[in-house]
């Protein structure tokens, strides 16, 4: 049984805060560049220029890269043969999101009731998601998770019978009707199957998967190229103004259902990806 204190997820989980608020991953910003060299519109491409400039501006000087740090998703694979010492595993993480928040300057984003509106100060609580997995790593997976992008998330309960077409549609009206208000180029994630909680989860877990990654199964990695032409052709474009570039990449992920259900999630993520993995 190997042993992990807690305080060394502590002190990665405040790391990885600062780092993917001042960073933006090497995936993203090649996506970004890529764009660049494809959009035809010029205010797209200007967008697109001011995307990138603010990105290296943000490494180089440690800011964040956005005003919206983000409400702190973890996905964690807790290896079964790990035994933590010197605490809990959810105290851990909150207290390396409170350090991360308060030492990086960052903006506190949470509020503790959703009718009274009040702050807690330090961007805690985190959203914890803990699976427990064979042998004895832990992996964290963090991501900032904007406002703006996740308002414009949205489930549907299609029934099993629901075709192909039906499901494009629902998706692709999705990134419609968010528009500009997901501040475009956006990352696209669509969970199918599992139940109503878990659908929603199983979309933002494909936004992890690196872009230029696809699914592993062939028919999805060919919808989920499909869907990104179709959600290009919408014209949106950076940030709204129009172009070519409404999405780096769509992500989809799968998961049992029951024989009656097949409910379908879209979690998008805006151009600010900000996610990393941590490993003990």
Same mark, same amino acid.
């Given at each position: 049984?190997?042993?992990?204190?807690?305080?060394?997820?502590?002190?990665?989980?405040?790391?990885?805060?600062?780092?993917?608020?001042?960073?933006?991953?090497?995936?993203?910003?090649?996506?970004?560049?890529?764009?660049?060299? %494809?959009?035809?519109?010029?205010?797209?491409?200007?967008?697109?220029?001011?995307?990138?400039?603010?990105?290296?501006?943000?490494?180089? @000087?440690?800011?964040?890269?956005?005003?919206?740090?983000?409400?702190?998703?973890?996905?964690?694979?807790?290896?079964?043969?790990?035994?933590?010492?010197?605490?809990?595993?959810?105290?851990?993480?909150? @207290?390396?999101?409170?350090?991360?928040?308060? @030492?990086?300057?960052?903006?506190?984003? #949470?509020?503790?009731?959703?009718?009274?509106? %009040?702050?807690?100060?330090?961007?805690?609580?985190?959203?914890?998601?803990?699976?427990?997995?064979?042998?004895?790593?832990?992996?964290?997976?963090?991501?900032?998770?904007?406002?703006?992008?996740? /308002?414009?998330?949205?489930?549907?309960?299609?029934?099993?019978?629901?075709?192909? %077409?039906?499901? %494009?549609?629902?998706?692709?009206?999705?990134?419609?009707?968010?528009?500009?208000?997901?501040?475009?180029?956006?990352?696209?994630?669509?969970?199918?199957?599992? /139940?109503?909680?878990?659908?929603?989860?199983?979309?933002?877990?494909?936004?992890?998967?690196?872009?230029?990654?696809?699914?592993?199964?062939?028919?999805?990695?060919?919808?989920?190229?499909? #869907?990104?032409?179709?959600?290009?052709?919408?014209?949106?474009?950076?940030?709204?103004?129009?172009?070519?570039?409404?999405?780096?990449?769509? /992500?989809?992920?799968?998961?049992?259902?029951?024989?009656?259900?097949?409910?379908?999630?879209? /979690?998008? @993520?805006?151009?600010?990806?900000?996610?990393?993995?941590?490993?003990?």
């Amino acid at each position: 049984m190997r042993e992990i204190s807690t305080r060394k997820i502590t002190a990665t989980v405040s790391n990885l805060c600062v780092t993917v608020n001042t960073d933006l991953p090497a995936d993203v910003e090649g996506a970004l560049n890529k764009a660049l060299k %494809d959009e035809e519109s010029p205010n797209g491409r200007e967008i697109l220029r001011q995307l990138i400039h603010n990105a290296e501006i943000a490494r180089k @000087e440690k800011r964040p890269l956005c005003q919206d740090t983000g409400a702190v998703v973890v996905f964690i694979e807790l290896g079964q043969d790990i035994h933590l010492t010197d605490g809990s595993l959810e105290e851990a993480v909150n @207290e390396g999101v409170s350090r991360g928040y308060k @030492e990086g300057y960052l903006r506190k984003s #949470l509020v503790s009731d959703p009718l009274r509106r %009040d702050n807690t100060g330090d961007n805690t609580p985190a959203f914890i998601h803990t699976n427990v997995v064979p042998g004895d790593k832990l992996i964290i997976n963090l991501m900032c998770k904007g406002g703006g992008a996740e /308002n414009c998330s949205a489930i549907r309960m299609f029934k099993p019978t629901s075709s192909h %077409d039906e499901i %494009d549609r629902f998706i692709i009206e999705t990134v419609g009707k968010a528009g500009p208000n997901a501040c475009p180029p956006i990352i696209v994630g669509v969970g199918i199957g599992g /139940n109503f909680e878990t659908a929603p989860l199983t979309a933002k877990k494909a936004l992890l998967r690196e872009i230029g990654h696809y699914n592993s199964d062939h028919d999805l990695a060919k919808w989920e190229k499909e #869907l990104l032409v179709k959600i290009n052709n919408l014209g949106i474009g950076p940030m709204g103004l129009g172009g070519k570039t409404t999405a780096l990449a769509v /992500n989809i992920e799968t998961a049992p259902c029951h024989i009656s259900s097949l409910p379908v999630a879209v /979690n998008i @993520e805006c151009h600010a990806h900000r996610a990393r993995k941590g490993m003990l």
